[in-house]
């Protein structure tokens, strides 16, 4: 069947379960995941002020039917599709010549390229995890690393040891189960990075239909590698009345009884602590977004939302804490200037349409946002 997205159409193989299975070559609900991509390739050209003529290489590590590289190519990037797959590379050759496009299509183990060669951005979009891929896109990439992972029970923490494997870390399946997978695969790739003295800074992240993804600006130097480190901490978390902290800080200190109501408390860490985007590049790839796009819309409320949420490391639903409390919902920017009204730092999050972020405590939230 054939598929257009923003100016280039490619053929993709007719899947009866679009978007599942080890086969797919192809997922239409990473549309958006696509669109964004191509808006954060024209951000970071549009703040790059380049020496000579040298047009930016882009990779596309896991091509399949080779559509993210299609697109980087028609954005002028140097684009490279790899696939270890024949079928693949036969399709994304099909795709790139279809579109009267100059791209590069190898068939190759994407590590041994990654090893060999240097790409402005290196883009590791994977079925399952990405971590067996995040070594080499370390060392193959000057600028950019992007990376999507589809393994939220592992990341969240629903698939305990599978998390624990992949992911060098204790993850734990909380309400706020798709921060805690985003933040796990943060850490997992800036720890990563580190060990190349490589400063992984994640610029633009969002969690959405069933996946993460993370862009990670790079900075080389063990100062700047250390600086992202301290970032990274545990939090602990009570299941019974939500309390939660958050410590820095890569040894873990955990509390055996919550402070608030002496019943058992879990521990997540080490993930990542800091902000999971730069606001400022955020909103120039909200700018970036065109109307030509299937997901326009879509993107553009990501990139507000995302860009306005606190720097807390985790989120509540309003609607789980209204039952809890045994009141009614009230629409969400009313619940969040009723928090800021109390002199809270509040924000809307993009992980749901309940969910908020804020500084104030569960006890605090009720007494500021209920009616009596």
Request: hydrophobic share 40%; charged share 30%.
């Amino acid at each position: 069947m054939r598929v257009t997205e923003g100016d280039v159409t490619v053929e993709v193989p007719e899947q009866a379960d679009a978007g599942v299975g080890d086969d797919v070559f192809f997922n239409p609900v990473q549309e958006l995941n696509r669109d964004l991509t191509v808006a954060v390739l024209r951000a970071l050209e549009a703040e790059t002020d380049r020496d000579g003529d040298r047009t930016p290489r882009y990779l596309d590590a896991n091509a399949a039917s080779g559509i993210r590289g299609v697109r980087a190519a028609a954005e002028g990037f140097d684009a490279t599709c790899c696939d270890v797959d024949p079928d693949a590379v036969e399709l994304a050759r099909e795709n790139v010549a279809r579109n009267d496009l100059d791209a590069r299509v190898v068939h190759r183990d994407a590590n041994a390229l990654m090893h060999e060669e240097t790409f402005d951005v290196v883009d590791i979009d994977p079925f399952g995890t990405p971590i067996p891929f995040a070594d080499a896109a370390f060392r193959g990439a000057s600028r950019l690393v992007c990376i999507t992972a589809t393994d939220t029970a592992p990341l969240c923490g629903a698939h305990f040891e599978s998390g624990v494997r992949h992911y060098s870390t204790v993850p734990r399946n909380t309400e706020y189960h798709a921060e805690m997978g985003l933040r796990v695969l943060i850490s997992a790739l800036v720890r990563t990075a580190a060990r190349y003295d490589l400063a992984a800074e994640p610029v633009f992240s969002h969690a959405t239909k069933h996946y993460a993804r993370t862009y990670l600006r790079l900075d080389s130097g063990a100062r700047a590698a250390n600086a992202l480190v301290d970032e990274l901490g545990h939090v602990d978390h009570c299941e019974h009345c939500l309390y939660r902290e958050a410590t820095p800080g890569l040894i873990a200190d955990p509390l055996d009884w919550c402070p608030k109501c002496d019943e058992a408390i879990q521990t997540a860490g080490p993930i990542w602590l800091g902000r999971t985007c730069d606001p400022e590049f955020v909103e120039s790839v909200r700018e970036e977004v065109d109307d030509g796009m299937g997901t326009a819309e879509e993107a553009r409320e990501l990139c507000e939302t995302v860009a306005a949420e606190l720097a807390e490391p985790t989120h509540y639903d309003q609607h789980r804490l209204c039952k809890r409390w045994g009141v009614g919902a009230v629409a969400m920017d009313e619940f969040v200037e009723r928090l800021r009204a109390a002199d809270y730092s509040a924000s809307r999050t993009h992980y749901g349409g309940t969910t908020f972020k804020t500084d104030a405590d569960v006890t605090e939230m009720r007494a500021a946002a209920v009616e009596d």
